[in-house]
């Protein structure tokens, strides 16, 4: 795995390449270090399972660049409260942990 300390348009290029096309990439984020790809990638998806060795039960994160998008992957949740935190603490080393939403295309788990 090669390491990019300088996000110059060539490895801009090279990240999208290996998470859209070959598989997981290693990120840094606020929070911590973590294995990414194209959630909608089920052979990726699986490579990180492989790669954590982590059980097919234990759902992964997403990552997404609008916070208001979990909408679209989470249900169960109040929003009111949700546009509080949102609002207030993102972008910021937050985790916000939800139930996924049953009609999500996304599935992180061993159920696709």
């Known amino acids: 795995m090669k390491k990019i300390d300088q ?3 060539e490895n801009i290029e090279q990240i999208k390449s290996s998470f859209f ?12 270090y ?9 052979e990726h998806v699986d490579l990180i ?3 954590k060795e982590r059980k097919k039960d234990k759902p992964l994160s997403i990552f997404l660049y609008n916070p208001y998008d979990i909408k679209k992957y989470a249900t169960n949740f109040n929003e009111k409260i949700f ?4 609002s207030s603490f993102l972008p910021g080393p937050l985790n916000i942990v939800l139930d996924k939403a049953t009609w999500s295309a996304l599935d992180l788990t061993d159920t696709y």
Do not use: E
Request: with cysteine.
């Open 7 to 9: 996000m110059t348009s």
């Open 49 to 51: 399972f492989k790669y």
């Open 34 to 42: 973590n294995l990414a790809c194209d959630p909608f990638n089920h």
């Open 21 to 32: 096309d070959t598989g997981p990439v290693a990120i840094a984020t606020d929070t911590n």
């Open 83 to 86: 546009d509080v935190i949102a």
